[in-house]
């Protein structure tokens, strides 16, 4: 079975110094994980986590040698001063309050961001020296941004998936961030990405647009898996002994008594002085409730030594004492106030005595409390989920009350409806709830997520780098074979220049494709995004009897008719003057900028002007033009100081498409080679071909679906050498 090894900021247990024992983590990834069936899920789970090197030396030897429970674990260990500037310095005064729309509690700290950097940089290491060729990497939540990156640069073949476990912010709130730009770059080397919403992912890919001006190549693989949890777990602990032992205890307590069950860890996201708000807001609108219902609010401690957590804390006793002395009386606490961790069964009894589930979380990843307290019900007479729209897990139970938490006098009046929902409904909703999740547990999350990361094929067939004697393998089969070669221009034949103008093949390059056109059984073709004038000039003036396409295929140049051919004579470009007026507008604004018209393409180049204002326009003209065009047959391309609108049909994939079906005699073998994110569509259409042999070259260290490629433009004439060599004489 391969190997899925789990990474994560703590491994699923912790150490316990005063039982002097390594005990089960809290949190809900530890939750999730702990309920998941290696067998149905297909995978081994091992789990790799960070350990403080305050840890006794016993104590880590103890972990690694007997792993607590089903998953081994193995300790990353990491210099206690690092960790501490690591975690609270950036994860939780940077990252946390930032992606859950708390900017006012964001702390930037440059001493945090250089630990963070250290850390991950650590894990990644640990990963790299662990990983056996075939495992997959898991890589979990906001703590490890940069492992993706790391790994993938240091073991680029491994397959790293990662998931986030928080929101992702909108891209008006990420951009906010010092180091977006690093983290994204690293997300976007995973082989998966995973989000337990679709907001979540839409923020993400907005994100990418906005900053990084681009979209992922098309083996990054993201989607939406929201979290489960081991429903055979919850449904058994129900009915444990412990479990009816605390029933009983509470009732004769509870009495009459219909309770509203908050459990929440002490954070300013859980939206607990909204959710005391609203509750008191409810005991003023509707006094006939009074001494009839109860709140009984669990606060499980947290960061108890931060000054902002004090006060928060301060803050909810100040509220809860507040309305217990308006409105209680000796014989009813409005409020019943819990300020401590409850075991496993004791809140299982909770979930079955209450009639009302209130989240009133102001942001919440997913939120596995309400998850829980759906399997935890008696189908007879079952409760009600009270659950805040900034809830993931808003998304995942379709019959949940649904409230808007800042809006507290209509949370207020949902409450009351909540505590008197009809029994017959209460029943039906809470049994489709409960189907839903029977259907969909931890392990089914874990499973849908890894079998989209597929375990990579060997390194010969997956990435080749040209060897430095210019020599692919395969360049052994051409001698004899038919072999059609398309390639592109700039920044492949010719190195790219600051005024494309200037652009020239050198004269080594013009040899060597003249000699490659010679050969009886090779035909070789320019595929460029250049207009036909510039292929004009440098090829049919210069008696270089070559098949050119310019524009990306929208135009065809055949020797032997000595004419230009219109491939797309029926498309429209009435787009074009909405996209001039824009690229105008910001070839203002940008010095040295300028635009460049190639009949059915326009693009934008700002090679020479100020580096930073540019990347920064151009990051802004990509999205805009995305939002613009969206209805129009075109297409937006960032590529290298460009960005290019072109139509759907100016596709160098739909050109070598038509070029193939054309020909009376296949080809044997097709080459084909380009730099840049149009070739791409190039690459696309051969690859998937099984009429020819396909070999795909991309010049540049970009990600690219072909799996061949040259380190830069200066080495592509050592590579027509070879290939010149191995088509024989």
Request: charged residues 25%.
């Amino acid at each position: 079975m391969p190997r899925c090894l789990l990474v994560s900021n703590r491994l699923p247990v912790a150490f316990d110094s005063k039982r002097n024992e390594f005990t089960p983590s809290a949190g809900g990834l530890a939750s999730a994980i702990r309920g998941l069936d290696a067998v149905k899920v297909g995978f081994a789970f091992e789990w790799l986590g960070i350990v403080t090197d305050d840890l006794a030396p016993e104590s880590i030897a103890e972990l690694r040698a007997l792993p607590p429970g089903q998953i081994p674990c193995h300790p990353i260990i990491v210099p206690k001063r690092t960790y501490d500037d690591y975690y609270n310095l950036y994860c939780n005064n940077v990252l946390w309050p930032l992606f859950h729309y708390e900017r006012s509690m964001v702390r930037h700290n440059q001493d945090g961001w250089r630990a963070y950097c250290e850390v991950n940089a650590l894990v990644a290491e640990a990963i790299a020296s662990y990983a056996s060729e075939g495992d997959v990497v898991w890589v979990h939540d906001f703590q490890l941004l940069l492992v993706p990156g790391l790994v993938k640069e240091r073991r680029p073949l491994l397959s790293v998936g990662f998931f986030l476990h928080i929101p992702f912010p909108s891209s008006e709130i990420f951009r906010e961030l010092p180091q977006r730009k690093e983290i994204l770059q690293s997300l976007l080397r995973c082989d998966q990405i995973g989000f337990h919403d679709l907001s979540y992912l839409n923020h993400f890919r907005s994100s990418v647009q906005r900053i990084l001006g681009e979209l992922p190549a098309e083996e990054v693989n993201w989607g939406v898996y929201p979290i489960s949890i081991d429903v055979d777990h919850f449904t058994s602990l129900a009915r444990s002994e412990e479990t009816l032992h605390f029933i009983e205890k509470y009732k004769a307590n509870k009495k009459q008594m219909r309770w509203i069950l908050g459990v929440d860890r002490l954070d300013y996201i859980k939206g607990l002085l909204l959710k005391l708000s609203a509750y008191k807001a409810f005991l003023k609108k509707f006094p006939a409730e009074h001494e009839k219902v109860q709140l009984v609010q669990v606060v499980i401690p947290s960061r108890i030594d931060v000054p902002e957590y004090k006060g928060l804390k301060a803050k909810i006793e100040q509220l809860v004492s507040s309305i217990n002395g308006e409105f209680g009386s000796p014989a009813w606490t409005p409020v019943q106030y819990l300020y401590h961790s409850v075991s496993d069964p004791e809140l299982s009894a909770l979930y079955q005595l209450s009639e009302v589930l209130h989240v009133g979380s102001r942001r919440d990843g997913m939120n596995l409390v309400s998850l829980e307290y759906v399997v935890s019900q008696d189908a007879r007479d079952p409760g009600v989920v009270l659950l805040s729209e900034f809830a993931g897990a808003h998304s995942t139970l379709s019959y949940a009350m649904s409230i808007n938490p800042w809006n507290i006098h209509d949370t207020a009046t949902r409450l009351l409806e909540a505590l008197h929902h009809p029994e017959v409904k209460r029943r039906g909703e809470m049994e489709a709830m409960r189907d839903f999740l029977r259907g969909y547990t931890s392990s089914d999350w874990a499973r849908m997520i890894l079998r989209e990361l597929k375990v990579p094929p060997p390194e010969s067939s997956r990435i080749q780098l040209l060897p430095p004697n210019g020599h692919f393998p395969w360049m052994d089969k051409l001698k004899n074979k038919r072999v059609l070669f398309f390639c592109d221009l700039d920044g492949t034949l010719a190195p790219i220049t600051l005024y494309p103008k200037d652009v020239r093949l050198q004269e080594r390059t013009v040899e060597l494709i003249q000699s490659i056109s010679k050969k009886d059984k090779c035909e070789f073709v320019i595929v460029s995004g250049r207009d036909k004038e510039f292929l004009e000039e440098q090829f049919i003036d210069n008696d270089m009897d070559l098949p050119l396409a310019a524009c990306h295929g929208a135009y065809s140049y055949s020797p032997t008719e000595q004419r230009w051919k219109n491939l797309i004579p029926n498309d429209s470009t009435r787009w074009k003057d909405k996209v001039l007026e824009i690229l105008t507008l910001y070839t203002r604004r940008t010095p040295e900028s300028f635009i460049e018209d190639k009949g059915h393409a326009i693009t934008w180049h700002y090679r020479n002007s100020p580096r930073e204002f540019a990347e920064f326009l151009a990051s802004k003209l990509f999205f805009e033009l995305e939002e613009s065009l969206a209805n129009q047959p075109v297409q937006v391309n960032r590529g290298k100081k460009v960005i290019e609108v072109k139509s759907m049909h100016a596709n160098k994939g739909y050109f070598v498409q038509n070029w193939l079906q054309a020909k009376e005699m296949r080809p044997d073998v097709v080459v084909a080679i380009g730099d840049d994110t149009t070739d791409e569509d190039m690459f696309a259409a051969l690859q998937g071909r099984g009429d020819v042999e396909p070999y795909c070259i991309k010049v540049g260290k970009e990600k690219s679906q072909a799996p061949f490629f040259i380190k830069d433009q200066a080495s592509v004439n050592l590579f027509l050498e070879n290939f010149l060599r191995s088509m024989g004489p």
